[in-house]
């Protein structure tokens, strides 16, 4: 069987092309990613454009590849494992290519920055119990800042992790004098 030049073309870029989304896929394997991850990752291997704008064309017509869910995965993945405030997750999702409406619906979506700052802040109260009131709150409300949460969260939580850690403080004391 011979094949003419315009047949091997043809399925020389059909081979590209499949390439282009194997790898796309062995990228997208281990977490999902947005669109924006996935083309730096293609370019990086030297795909060329056109076979990265198929492969990602054939990514969404397939649901493997959407901006708007990354935002929430990650989002929630952050709150669940590493909460941060909205400041640092919106910039943390530029990073990722998430444009700046996804990303705020993502976060509008029935987030408490409250509690994350709070789940963001009782390991760390714990380790400042038994400084001054002063001291707590210069460190951990620069903790939880460096996480980009809001002042007005900040202010909340270390209110409410200070009474914590002296009822922590109290608590502790009280039983040493019971146990000696």
């Known amino acids: 069987m011979s094949l003419e ?30 669109e924006a991850e996935i ?12 076979r990265i704008d198929d492969a990602l064309a054939r990514l969404r017509r397939a649901g493997l590849v959407d901006d708007a869910a990354f935002a929430r995965y990650w989002i929630e993945n952050r709150d669940a494992f590493s909460p941060r405030g909205g400041r640092a997750l919106r910039a943390e999702l530029r990073t990722k ?33 038994g400084l001054d009131r002063r001291t707590f709150r210069q460190r951990l409300g620069a903790f939880l800042a460096r996480r980009g949460f809001s002042y007005d969260s900040i202010s909340q939580v270390v209110d409410r992790l200070y009474a914590e850690a002296g009822a922590m403080t109290t608590d502790d004391e009280s039983e040493g004098e019971s146990a000696g």
């Open 97 to 129: 290519g998430i444009g700046d409406e996804e990303a705020r619906a993502a976060l509008e979506d029935g987030r408490d920055e409250a509690a994350g700052a709070y789940a963001a802040g009782r390991r760390k109260a714990r380790q400042l119990k």
């Open 5 to 34: 030049p315009a047949d091997v073309q043809r399925l020389l870029d059909h081979d590209g092309a499949q390439r282009a989304f194997d790898s796309a896929l062995g990228f997208l394997s281990y977490r999902p990613r947005s």
């Open 39 to 50: 083309r730096r990752n293609l370019e990086r291997k030297r795909i060329p454009p056109e």
